[in-house]
């Protein structure tokens, strides 16, 4: 399996994924940390991948998701956005429906 198909198949398996600078234990940038704080209100589960061990994974994210920077929140296989869309959502109150599609959908399954 190429790295783009790993990272495809993580995408669509993972119902909540970060692509992050770090790991949600110790982020190593502002942006990626700002998205952690925020999904730590919500005590939702979600794999994080720190993308800073292998530049390559950023590059074959980025064509993937046609989105330039990290961090890169997908739930449920699809983009949310980065640091700016993830804040922008939850201080409008609409992060949490986004969430629970994840949430909803792995109590169903």
Not at 5 to 29: F, R
Not at 33 to 52: F, K, P
Not at 63 to 78: A, H, M, R
Not at 89 to 107: I, P, Q, T
């Amino acid at each position: 399996m190429t790295l783009s198909e790993q990272i495809i198949a993580d995408i669509n398996e993972t119902p909540i994924i970060l692509y992050m600078k770090g790991t949600k234990e110790v982020p190593q940038c502002g942006f990626s940390n700002a998205v952690v704080q925020v999904l730590s209100q919500y005590g939702v589960e979600y794999r994080d991948v720190n993308i800073l061990p292998d530049p390559e994974i950023r590059v074959r994210l980025s064509e993937y998701s046609n989105w330039p920077t990290i961090p890169q929140l997908f739930v449920k296989g699809e983009l949310v956005g980065g640091a700016d869309i993830v804040v922008e959502l939850h201080n409008k109150g609409e992060l949490l429906s986004v969430l629970e599609r994840a949430v909803v959908s792995e109590e169903s399954s």
